[in-house]
């Protein structure tokens, strides 16, 4: 918003504000794979590893801190081998996937920090002969609309996309009525 002359309204997806003039609306990412993690250890699982999104970018660095929050509030098992780096495609999924496979005492659930990932992590899995969710469960963060016909479908995060757009609609057309004299809002959708 910094390169914007004045009096132009803004209003920004997903990211925070970066001056006092533009609007802010965003997805709880943080408590999305909270939830996630809370989710996929249930009562049985005491180990729940993560592919991680791609390194510094604000939706990965958020669902990272969620999850690193659940596991230490849940009291389950931890290790740093557990997070394993992917970068948001199927075939970061799947690769880190296959180093799951590879951990000893591997964990009985995977939360994979978007669809397109645990969809690539899926594939790894079946190719390996490991049941999902028998063997081991995971989960997504988007609900895309392929997660669904994945096999098994996919449980996953539901990120309001269209809320998302309405609302962003909604600020920017109210914002245009007011010619900017609004004060600004950051808001934060659940997801």
């Given at each position: 918003a910094s390169g914007i002359p004045d009096g132009?309204?803004?209003v920004l997806l997903n990211c925070p504000?970066?001056?006092g003039r533009a609007h802010s609306i965003e997805i709880d990412n943080y408590g999305g794979a909270y939830a996630m993690v809370r989710h996929l250890?249930?009562?049985a699982r005491r180990r729940v590893a993560v592919i991680t999104g791609t390194p510094n970018n604000r939706d990965a660095a958020e669902r990272l801190r969620g999850y690193r929050e659940a596991v230490r509030d849940l009291e389950v098992e931890q290790s740093a081998e557990w997070e394993l780096g992917g970068n948001f495609t199927k075939a970061s999924g799947y690769e880190?996937?296959?180093r799951f496979l590879a951990l000893p005492h591997r964990p009985e659930a995977l939360f994979a920090s978007n669809d397109s990932m645990a969809i690539g992590a899926l594939s790894a899995l079946r190719e390996a002969g490991v049941r999902v969710p028998e063997d081991v469960a995971v989960g997504g963060f988007?609900?895309?609309p392929m997660a669904r016909y994945t096999s098994p479908p996919l449980t996953s995060v539901r990120v309001p996309m269209g809320e998302l757009g309405a609302r962003a609609?909604?600020?920017l057309v109210l914002a245009v009525g007011t010619e900017g004299n609004q004060p600004t809002r950051r808001e934060t959708l659940p997801t």
């Amino acid at each position: 918003a910094s390169g914007i002359p004045d009096g132009v309204p803004v209003v920004l997806l997903n990211c925070p504000p970066v001056d006092g003039r533009a609007h802010s609306i965003e997805i709880d990412n943080y408590g999305g794979a909270y939830a996630m993690v809370r989710h996929l250890a249930g009562p049985a699982r005491r180990r729940v590893a993560v592919i991680t999104g791609t390194p510094n970018n604000r939706d990965a660095a958020e669902r990272l801190r969620g999850y690193r929050e659940a596991v230490r509030d849940l009291e389950v098992e931890q290790s740093a081998e557990w997070e394993l780096g992917g970068n948001f495609t199927k075939a970061s999924g799947y690769e880190a996937a296959r180093r799951f496979l590879a951990l000893p005492h591997r964990p009985e659930a995977l939360f994979a920090s978007n669809d397109s990932m645990a969809i690539g992590a899926l594939s790894a899995l079946r190719e390996a002969g490991v049941r999902v969710p028998e063997d081991v469960a995971v989960g997504g963060f988007d609900d895309i609309p392929m997660a669904r016909y994945t096999s098994p479908p996919l449980t996953s995060v539901r990120v309001p996309m269209g809320e998302l757009g309405a609302r962003a609609v909604r600020r920017l057309v109210l914002a245009v009525g007011t010619e900017g004299n609004q004060p600004t809002r950051r808001e934060t959708l659940p997801t």
